[in-house]
């Protein structure tokens, strides 16, 4: 029987509130582990993902990323608060980077507060016209923004740009309409947002079974958010202050962040909540 230390952190939190932010599980030293076991563990402790830390030839750390059904090349909250666990074992300082499928992600912190550089940003339209998107998301046909894209910046997702923070409280997403919306990958995941005031209210909604889940705190549909952003040939520097989490009973702040260079940053503090081991 073999012991294994994980840590559970939240990351973008809001106001270091302790249950604040999106919860991930990070088991510090994976290499014992295969794809069989990290896939059950992750369903085991049944989060939006659970990450395991590996030795690397190429970056700081190696990292793979599972939900309870499947593993991902990229996740926003996953790599940062992986990048913070990775900091208190002393694989990295305040600058470090991590291998993923997607590629390696540099990564930088100062204090708590942990910021990405996400990949370069693909896009494509959308084949579904924009009264599906509309009834997959429950709204009317006005209510749906400017142009709606499938982008990728590690992970395609949908990103749907709404007219109103109305809109966005509104929503209430068809499963069996979302399930026609599917990624190069095959999944079917939704992102939608509004402007308030100066700042950004979001919402993110991605299928568990016959059930529609929506998620505290999306940093990688946030990259891709950047990535939207570019396509839309908004202004640069743009700086984005991100609110989520409100209807999952988790409030959440992220930041967004796309220089005059077109690079995509996403930030937010984490906050360590414990540690333990499993016994296998």
Sequence with gaps: MSVYAYR???????????????????????????????????????????????PSERASARVRIFTPAYEMPFAGHPTL??????????????????????????????????????????????????LT???????????????????????????????SEAAVRRVRVRSELLAQFRSAGGRSMAYVFAPVGAALLARFFFPKGSAVLEDPATGSATANLGGWCLAMGRVLPCELEISQGEYAGRPSSLRLRVDAERRIFVSGDVIELGRGTISL
């Design 8 to 54: 559970i952190v939240n990351v973008f939190t809001r106001g270091r509130a302790a249950l604040s932010g999106n919860p991930l599980c990070v088991f510090e030293r994976a290499s014992a582990l295969d794809e069989t076991r990290m896939q059950a563990l992750a369903l085991q402790f049944n989060l939006s993902e659970t990450t395991f830390i590996l």
């Design 81 to 130: 608060g992986s990048a913070h666990v990775c900091r208190a074992l002393g694989l990295g300082g305040d600058r470090l980077t991590l291998e993923m499928i997607a590629g390696v992600i540099p990564v930088r912190a100062s204090g708590d507060r942990w910021s990405l550089e996400a990949n370069a940003p693909a896009w494509r339209d959308l084949e579904e016209p924009r």
């Design 133 to 163: 998107v509309a009834a997959m998301l429950g709204l009317e046909e006005h209510d749906i923004g400017e142009r709606p894209l499938w982008v990728n910046t590690g992970t395609e997702q949908l990103i749907v740009p709404l007219t």
